[in-house]
């Protein structure tokens, strides 16, 4: 089981930036996907962008390209999301998520659409004049 834990949402205006950070423990695995994640209340929650850490293939959501990076720091274990050009429809909770693949070979557009069991608490992001 992977134990993740995010952080560095905040309050920003339109227009702004934030980097969110997910550590994760507990696992040890050759590669894994993982994923970040948002959900507005009243509304689905919606993959943002995915990654699959052994060669670092990244996928995004239409809604995100050209704005927000994911990547992922495999001596810290760490999952990061910078969101740039941030707008009011980005405000959301935003989740990771992880899944050890071990060798298996794993597309970042698998990994976006992944089942995944192992998810953060979440953090939130509010972005508002």
């Known amino acids: 089981q992977v134990h993740l834990a995010e952080s560095g949402g905040g309050s920003v205006q339109p227009g702004g930036s934030l980097r969110l950070s997910c550590q994760a423990s507990g ?18 929650r919606e993959g943002v962008a995915a990654i699959f850490t052994a060669g670092g293939s990244t996928y995004y959501g239409d809604s995100v390209k050209g704005r927000f990076t994911i990547s992922h720091d495999n001596a810290k274990n760490t999952l990061y999301l910078q969101m740039s050009s941030l707008q009011p429809d ?32 979440g953090t939130q992001v509010t972005v508002s004049s």
Do not use: H, I, V
Request: with cysteine; net charge positive.
């Open 27 to 44: 696992s040890s695995s050759s590669s894994y996907c993982m994923g970040w994640f948002r959900q507005a209340p009243g509304k689905y």
């Open 90 to 121: 980005d405000s959301a909770t935003y989740y990771c998520a992880a899944e050890p693949r071990g060798y298996q070979a794993t597309s970042a557009l698998e990994c976006f659409w992944y089942t995944y069991k192992n998810w953060g608490p």
